[in-house]
């Protein structure tokens, strides 16, 4: 395990609503059992923004805190891997919609899944997809 120090800092955040809109209008999806990943390259971007977005429907207001600080560490834990992956210079752009399940689910089962859809938004770079809609 080595010791060095994995944040989440504001510049690696998505803050604001027209930075998610323009994800979820232009970008593409991946699906997972806990979660739907929205993610949209981006050239002039440098290195990863993530943002999450928790609705009110999966419950009350602790419940959805609750999630929010699990999908956070789980980021938190598995953004370098993806930094580390992606070889362009231009940067990408994640939302995570999270579903009911994220917040009963074991966090290694978590983690699993967000390091899956971060090996598969990778394998997407490495292509050269550009998300031209």
């Given at each position: 395990?080595?010791?060095?120090?994995?944040?989440?800092?504001?510049?690696?955040?998505?803050?604001?609503?027209?930075?998610?809109?323009?994800?979820?209008?232009?970008?593409?999806?991946?699906?997972?059992?806990?979660?739907?990943?929205?993610?949209?390259?981006?050239?002039?971007?440098?290195?990863?923004?993530?943002?999450?977005?928790?609705?009110?429907?999966?419950?009350?207001?602790?419940?959805?805190?609750?999630?929010?600080?699990?999908?956070?560490?789980?980021?938190?834990?598995?953004?370098?891997?993806?930094?580390?992956?992606?070889?362009?210079?231009?940067?990408?752009?994640?939302?995570?919609?999270?579903?009911?399940?994220?917040?009963?689910?074991?966090m290694q089962m978590l983690?699993?899944?967000?390091?899956?859809?971060?090996?598969?938004?990778?394998?997407?770079?490495?292509?050269?997809?550009?998300?031209?809609?």
């Amino acid at each position: 395990m080595s010791l060095t120090p994995r944040g989440f800092p504001r510049s690696a955040r998505l803050l604001k609503r027209s930075s998610f809109e323009n994800v979820y209008k232009t970008g593409r999806r991946h699906f997972g059992s806990h979660m739907t990943v929205f993610y949209r390259f981006d050239p002039v971007l440098t290195g990863t923004r993530v943002g999450l977005t928790v609705s009110r429907a999966l419950g009350t207001a602790v419940v959805r805190n609750r999630i929010k600080r699990r999908m956070r560490d789980g980021v938190r834990q598995e953004l370098a891997g993806l930094n580390e992956a992606l070889k362009d210079p231009g940067g990408v752009e994640i939302v995570i919609n999270p579903k009911k399940t994220a917040a009963t689910v074991e966090m290694q089962m978590l983690r699993a899944e967000l390091a899956k859809a971060f090996q598969a938004i990778a394998a997407k770079a490495g292509k050269g997809d550009t998300d031209k809609r």
